[in-house]
């Protein structure tokens, strides 16, 4: 059961050179018995028509021999079986007027194979031509005096204009949408770990079931090109100095260095045959260890090479139409390499800057602010005061300083949400301790419920306190911070009020804080700053669902 299915599916697959062939051998055969087993006068086997069909049958099997294993064949003489094909159409129109006449027939396995070879202008050319022929044999064939009406084939070419219409329409709307197995996997996302030059090169051969592949890439800049083949399972990686590459811009190419044959298709999709050394030079080709194939050029923003895809099953013209969309998702799989890496470095950039901010926002701010105690302790010292309690002080501020490190630093190991009441305990908490470190009066408030936010929120919010507060004193001289916390289903916001002067402004941010706007600009929030009545308004508003991309 399991080889039978096997047998079914490959045969299914098989290129469509061999389609037709084997088509065209059935048709002929088919219409060979029924002349032969019919026994009316107008299929009698000693007449014209059954001379025809047998010498049409000698020719298709003849087709299928030596077309069965040749792709350079297939295609050259795919012109001249053609013709064939609408001159024995013709001629059986002409000679076989009965009702089991096998123009109809005929005329869909021409029509198809036009549209499988060339497309939908060759398919639209030939059922022009056919339905003409038709028509003409018809008139023939009603000027004899016991002859039929012209009628039924005026009704027939009717039909068969129509049928044409259809297909010519699905040439032009689904052709080679199906060429490919869409039932495998698209191309696997890239790791950042291997290099996209070997798992596109893997993919493209898994894609089509090629034994070997080589991929010849050229860096953008550099001379020298990286060879990947792998054969046998085996990967190998070498460089070379001189590959020459094709133009970007040309198409596929199957090839066979050993006859010196390949074919590609011009700007119309026609089959166009050349040599094999005209795409690529002999002596690189030896080097890559080239035989016989499909090459296709990549492209990508990064560079450019050729892909080499060899012991390919049942290589045939069909290989030149998948090969350029196996091409463009190799091309695709690279892009989206060099895009990970590039946003993963990104993403590494900003948590190197937003851990730089958070340390600058804690611990270099607390150093600040101690530091500036200390500086007003040893102004005091020549007076003789006892300045141990207030050491004291200072040094309990540090083991909270150093409890709320390991506070960060937990958070950053986990991503836990955390109560809008614990949080603005906490930020109750910190404002009291700037007060006392940075000597202003620090007032709190809060509105809060009962729900959940996120414990980035909870870092944002104490380095944004911390930030404002060491703002409003070292650059405003402020001598008291106001600091309300209030929020909604979307947002948490935080104002600041101080009395101290106007910021000093930045040719960056004017008078916004610096540091402040870029964290809340990081966390996709929103800063507001407003001057008046003596005092300073910065209000902030940070999106409680993450930030908007």
Known sequence: MVRYQWVVIRGLRLPSGRVIAIGRYMLAALILLAMIVDVSPVLDPSSAAFAIVGAYLVFALAMVAVTWNDWWLDARLAGPAHAIDIITYTFLTFLMVADDSPYFTFFIFILLAAAIRWGWRATTLTAILLISLYLMAGMLVAGHAQGPELHPFIDRSAHLAILSAVVVWFGINEWHSGLLDRTRESFADPSPDESPLETGLRAA??????????????????????VISERGGSLAVSQIKDGTLRDPAAGAVIYDFKRDRALTEDEGGNLKPTSARDFLRSDTAHRLQLTKGLA???????????LFLEELENLSTDHIALGTEVAAEVSGHMERHTLMIAVEESAEARSRLALARDLHDSVVQFLAGAAFRLEALKRDLPSGRNLEPELNHLKQL?????????????????????????????????????SEQW???????????????????????????REAVANAVRHAGAKSVTIRLHSDAKQLKLDFINDGARYPESPLTGEMPRSMSERV????????LTRGMGVTRISVSLPISGRVH
């Open 296 to 306: 296709v050029p990549v492209r990508t923003t990064a560079g450019e090479g050729e």
């Open 398 to 434: 540090m083991l909270q300083e150093q409890g709320e490190l390991r506070s960060f630093i937990a958070a950053l190991r986990s991503a836990p949400q955390i109560g809008l009441g614990e949080l603005a305990k906490d930020l109750r908490s910190l404002s009291e301790r700037l």
């Open 205 to 226: 051969m898994i894609r089509l079931n090629a034994g070997s592949g080589v991929l010849l890439w050229r860096q953008q800049g550099r001379a020298e090109s990286t």
């Open 521 to 528: 600009k990081l966390a996709g929030g929103a800063l507001e």
């Open 439 to 465: 000597d202003v009066l620090c007032e709190f408030s809060a509105q809060t419920t009962d729900m959940m936010v996120p414990s980035r929120l909870h870092l944002d919010a104490q380095h944004l306190i």
